[in-house]
């Protein structure tokens, strides 16, 4: 007796199957595993009673002493007002991103009422400043330009507050 079957392939496919299926009959069982009879025990104990929460007391309110010397901390600060602090949020001015030791007086322009100065810059650009420009790190401003000399004011932090500082700039001569 000759059987012929038209496709190999779903003899693969009918014996596949067939092996499928007797695996997962064989995995599940009916009168339960050791699993289940483990958690069914856990279920049937009593459960463990909690315990209560404690009370906790009332704390007494503290209250911050008005005449006290020390400052609350849930009122503001008041900020002190320093006379001399600069302006920082202004925007800086070319010549004050090099100290003062870095640059040199080397001329005078007028210009009608206008007297200029003019600073040499450390890689040799010369610049012309007025009084009320800025020029130095210590937010210097220039406050007189005379025939040798200019005069400006520093604002220098010192422990915490601002210090002004008087500078004077003599002419340079040539070198």
């Not at 025939?147 to 010192?158: F, H, R």
Request: hydrophobic share 40%; net charge positive.
């Amino acid at each position: 007796m000759r059987i012929y079957f038209k496709n190999i392939k779903s003899i693969s496919e009918l014996i596949i199957r067939v092996f499928l299926s007797l695996a997962l009959v064989a995995c599940s069982s009916s009168n339960g595993n050791g699993l289940d009879k483990y958690i069914n025990r856990i279920k049937a104990r009593p459960p463990i009673p909690i315990e209560p929460l404690p009370e906790f007391k009332q704390l007494p309110k503290f209250i911050f002493p008005e005449v006290d010397s020390r400052r609350s901390p849930f009122k503001p600060r008041v900020a002190e007002t320093d006379t001399f602090s600069p302006n920082i949020k202004r925007p800086k001015q070319p010549l004050e991103s090099f100290p003062l030791d870095a640059l040199k007086f080397v001329g005078i322009l007028k210009q009608g009422p206008i007297v200029w100065a003019l600073i040499k810059q450390p890689e040799g650009l010369i610049s012309r400043v007025k009084p009320g420009d800025f020029m130095g790190q210590n937010y210097g401003q220039i406050t007189s330009i005379k025939d040798k000399v200019i005069q400006l004011d520093e604002a220098v932090q010192v422990e915490g507050k601002w210090e002004k500082r008087h500078i004077t700039i003599n002419l340079s001569m040539p070198d």
